[in-house]
């Protein structure tokens, strides 16, 4: 491919694929889908994506959103996936970074806030649409297993030493790590760490 950076966009609709093209062009080459049908065919053919945008579909014949999230970080672990919904409420946020999203956009947003989410996520940060956090007021909180890992590292265990004690691979250790980011407003692990304890979600 003539770029340096490959971009997965699926979306049902064409003209939105093409709108995020033109937004971040010409410095990536991209593949499109209209669902995540084809997702593991075309990691398999092109190779490592640097980011995939995916659709925050309902489920129906095709894959929903957060099922074809789960397929692409299963098959590609650590992409940086960013989801792209209408709804900008507390639960859709907290579905898409729980099947593994890296950040979440909703669709009423412009475009300049896509392309600060594809900013965030290549520097290994999180993001959250301001407009979709808006919505409550509210950040969706961790999960059981991210607190734990959280707990994990806060009593000085590496990433290697809490897969080992949880019974997990190390790179599952580090997708709900960086999951717990956008859910908890942290920069870092380190600062996601600090909140946990402050916010009492870990001892």
Known sequence: MGADRCCMIIDSHPVVRLGIRRL????????????????????????????????????????????????????????????????????????ALGAGASAYVSKRSSPATMRSAVDEVLRFNSFIDPNAESGNGERPAVTPRQRQILQMFADGHSTEEAAKRLGLSAETVRTHAKATLPRLGARDRAHAVAIALRSSLID
Not at 34 to 47: A, F, I, K, N, Q
Not at 53 to 80: D, W, Y
Request: hydrophobic share 40%; net charge negative; with cysteine.
């Open 24 to 95: 971040l062009e010409p410095s990536w080459d991209f593949e499109e889908l209209p669902d995540g049908r084809g997702v593991v065919e075309l990691l398999s053919s092109v190779g490592n994506f640097e980011v995939a945008i995916v659709e925050m579909r309902s489920a129906g014949k095709a894959p929903s959103g957060t099922t074809t999230i789960r397929n692409l970080c299963r098959h590609q672990p650590g992409l940086a996936v960013i989801a792209y919904g209408q709804r900008a409420d507390r639960h859709a946020i907290g579905e």
